[in-house]
């Protein structure tokens, strides 16, 4: 596995498994492979504490456990830490155990004995789903709550709605990029007007024609660095 997206995301992996021997062999394997923040316990009671610490970022949960069983823990953790992808682990190809983890919010599995190609391979894109919902997550707050940074530059546009506000955050957060970014959506949410070209009835599609095409939008797609989807369409 490549180090560097377990480095860059500063998460931990979570393995649970009430197998000592299978425990230390799997985050033998993950430490051996350059994943040093591998965390493991040995019940659903263990796995729960060291979720509510924090810093974890992908849970590899054997199915079959005393206790709190695995399909029970997954439906604890899919309700508790969503963003959390957890991978279960199982012996048996059970294809019925697996689509019912599925359904239930797994992110994948494993069979037991494990394939290390596959392993590494589902921890990574597991880590990196972690990754993206914790900056959709950051994103996300920061346009609900976070006030912006440098107010006075919108001072001359007088609104108090929610949406346009959202803009106003928007366009901060892409402000420094060099790169052109492309406004998707109704001339008003642009904060323009919307004109008639004829000034009446004129102006306006004959039934049954249609309306300009999106695809006129795609034509740009080509030139924006970023698209930004402003409402409407």
Avoid: W
């Avoid at 990574?124 to 990754?131: D, G, L, M, V």
């Avoid at 707050?141 to 506000?165: C, Q, W």
């Amino acid at each position: 596995m490549n180090s560097s997206v377990e480095k860059s995301s500063g998460k931990r992996v979570l393995v649970v498994d009430d197998d000592e021997d299978f425990q230390h062999e799997l985050r033998r394997m993950l430490i051996s492979n350059g994943m040093a923040g591998v965390e493991s316990a040995s019940s659903g009671m263990s796995a729960l504490e060291l979720l509510a610490r924090g810093n974890i970022g992908v849970v590899l949960l054997d199915m079959v456990m005393p206790g709190i069983c695995g399909t029970e823990l997954l439906t604890i953790l899919v309700q508790r830490y969503p963003a959390i992808p957890v991978i279960m682990i199982t012996a048996v190809s059970d294809i019925n155990s697996v689509v019912s983890c599925i359904k239930l919010g797994a992110f994948d599995y494993l069979t037991k004995p494990l394939d290390v190609g596959r392993l590494f391979a589902t921890v990574t894109r597991a880590i990196s789903f972690s990754e993206l919902c914790s900056q959709n997550r950051q994103l996300r707050d920061y346009l609900l709550g976070e006030p912006l940074s440098r107010p006075e530059i919108f001072a001359s546009i007088v609104t108090v709605n929610s949406r346009m506000k959202s803009i106003f955050k928007l366009v901060e957060i892409i402000a420094p990029t060099q790169h052109p970014v492309l406004g998707l959506g109704p001339v008003e949410a642009l904060g323009g007007e919307r004109e008639d070209p004829a000034g009446d009835e004129g102006g306006h599609p004959d039934e049954g024609e249609e309306a300009p095409a999106a695809a006129e939008d795609d034509e740009n797609l080509g030139e924006a660095g970023a698209v930004v989807r402003l409402g409407g369409r």
